[in-house]
């Protein structure tokens, strides 16, 4: 009887160790980011003739956002930050100190969902456009490589975060919600996630896309206004989406929690199988027709 109340006491010491160890590195490595984008000097690509418009979207999360805010404003390749306050509950301006002619707050009226930065970016003609979740704190030095990687080739989206399904085929009934998720690798993916590095071709692309899937498909179009504008701007491009491996990407603490994290809504994944099948089905059809294999 001892011993059992021993091991179970074992158990909880390890467990506790081990979550306080995860929360002492997680909140080192903040505290590393926060004084970099503070007090750190500002860096600019070799080739300064481009120059980038981040877009972040704000909800739930709006204590982020000053911070990367400065982060962002720590590039002088950044000509615009457009902060999309998408919660009319918040004010954001109440939530951001910061005083920089590049900086823009939209405050909304109405809620508006993810996909809506996407109208701000057909709305700001620029070339090069860089999206960003409210949940991942990227380093100027970061947002230096991802940028360049989409000057290298701008004929797909860039990312760091991307996730592939365990069929390339639309048509596959055994497609699951099973996928390969994958974090700061140099890989070919699917769907791109949080982070996203596009042209003006992209964005373009990416409305066309919507209008012919409109014309496809209602029921799945009706689920692209809440979810699924990460798969649409992910076959934007002439083919598949890359991430790339610029080291650790720090994320927000809430980034996966239940209520803040749109993936743990009821009947995600299913829903977005049918999104990534219909968008998948539409770009083969109008845009990849002269793609043989996708992988």
């Known amino acids: 009887m001892i011993e059992v109340i021993l091991k179970k006491i074992g158990r909880k010491i390890r467990y506790l160790y081990n979550k306080l160890k995860t929360f002492i590195n997680y909140t080192l490595k903040y505290w590393r980011w926060r004084y970099r984008i503070k007090y750190g000097r500002s860096i600019d690509i070799s080739d300064n003739m481009h120059k980038a418009t981040v877009i972040i979207n ?8 000053q911070h990367m805010v400065q982060a962002a404003l720590k590039c ?10 998408n919660n009319p509950q918040v004010q954001i301006e109440n939530w951001v100190n910061v005083s920089d002619d590049r900086l823009l707050l939209i405050q909304h009226k109405f809620r508006k969902r993810c996909r809506y930065r996407w109208i701000i970016a057909a709305k700001t003609p620029r070339r090069y456009y860089i999206a960003i979740d409210d949940d991942l704190f990227v380093s100027p030095e970061q947002l230096k490589k991802l940028f360049e990687s989409l000057i290298d080739d701008p004929s797909v989206p860039h990312g760091m975060f991307g996730s592939v399904y365990i069929s390339n085929d639309p048509n596959n009934e055994e497609m699951s919600s099973a996928y390969s998720y994958f974090n700061s690798k140099n890989v070919t993916v699917d769907v791109l996630h949080q982070i996203y590095a596009v042209t003006d071709e992209h964005v373009s692309n990416y409305f066309d896309l919507l209008a012919k899937i409109r014309g496809n498909n ?4 009706k689920f692209l206004r809440r979810i699924g504008d990460d798969i649409v701007m992910s076959h934007a491009g002439s083919e598949r989406p890359k991430t790339h491996d610029f080291g650790f990407v720090l994320e927000c603490a ?3 929690r239940a209520g803040l994290a749109t993936f743990q809504d009821l009947e995600f994944s299913q829903k977005r199988i049918r999104i990534f099948r219909e968008v998948r089905r539409t770009v083969l059809q109008y845009r990849w027709t002269n793609k043989k294999e996708l992988s």
């Not at 950044?78 to 902060?83: A, F, L, P, R, S």
């Not at 209602?218 to 179009?221: D, H, K």
């Open 254 to 256: 809430s980034h996966n």
């Open 58 to 65: 704000s909800y739930n999360r709006v204590k982020n956002i």
């Open 218 to 221: 209602r029921e799945v179009s």
């Open 76 to 85: 002088d390749f950044v000509e615009k930050v457009i902060i999309s306050n």
